[in-house]
């Protein structure tokens, strides 16, 4: 089992839909969470952050975090043929400095 | 330079080359990366370094070394290339303190 699992998709969403992505993780001690976007030939770019349980917003991304289910979500609102891209989960374990990416899940967001 | 520059954007190598490619961060972040990509298998840690002067292996090293020699620098070299290390490859950087990556722009490479 990998540590750090999603769903590879793709994930089809209509233009102004709520995309859900799911992120599970296998490390008890994984501390923070990164969700990137990686658009097609280009390099991963970071779009939220979060550390502690709960919710966290920024502009139409939500980042989910519950550490006792050890899963993180992102959820995209008002989705938007640009944001029909590859995103990535990453867990961050501070005692070792250990960085884990998930597989990715591919969004297609149709007009 | 601003964020991590790597060089070259792409290249066409002949397998049993020898080739480096070449990794720069201005951020003076302590942890490098070395991680390729390819379809289907997602990004694979190549190898590390989590301060000047020491560095580490990843999912995939062999066929590959680094050093890290200063902050700033984290040269990736293939001895002696073949086909299978066609891929694209990613730099990063963190700080220690767990902020995620900044990425390169990668680095295309197809060795025939």
């Known amino acids: 089992q990998k540590e750090v699992e999603q769903n590879s998709g793709p994930l089809s969403v209509p233009e102004g839909a709520i995309a859900s992505l799911n992120c599970t993780y296998s490390?008890?001690?994984?501390?923070?969470f990164f969700w990137y976007r990686q658009y097609s030939g280009k390099s991963p770019e970071l779009i939220m952050s979060?550390?502690?349980?709960g919710d966290k917003e920024d502009g139409r991304f939500t980042a989910q975090l519950n550490k006792a289910s050890q899963y993180v979500s992102l959820l995209i609102r008002d989705s938007q043929p640009s944001d029909s891209a590859t995103y990535l989960c990453?867990?961050?374990?501070?005692?070792?400095?250990?960085?884990?990416f998930g597989g990715g899940t591919r969004v297609l967001v149709k007009p | 330079i601003a964020g991590i520059t790597q060089a070259p954007t792409s290249q066409i190598l002949a397998a049993g080359r020898r080739m480096t490619l070449r990794c720069t961060q201005d951020?003076?972040?302590?942890?490098m990366y070395w991680y390729r990509q390819d379809l289907g298998l997602g990004l694979r840690l190549i190898h590390y370094?989590?301060?000047?002067?020491?560095?580490g292996k990843g999912e995939v090293p062999d066929g590959y070394s680094v050093s890290r020699a200063n902050t700033d620098d984290f040269p990736l070299t293939l001895a002696s290339a073949v086909p299978s290390q066609t891929s694209v490859y990613f730099c990063?950087?963190?700080?220690?303190?767990?902020?995620?990556?900044?990425f390169g722009s990668g680095t295309r490479l197809t060795v025939v």
């Open positions: 490390d008890r001690v994984s501390q923070s």
């Open positions: 951020m003076r972040h302590n942890a």
């Open positions: 990453l867990a961050y374990e501070a005692a070792g400095n250990k960085l884990t």
């Open positions: 990063a950087s963190s700080d220690l303190q767990g902020a995620g990556y900044t």
């Open positions: 370094s989590n301060t000047a002067g020491t560095t």
């Open positions: 979060i550390y502690s349980n």
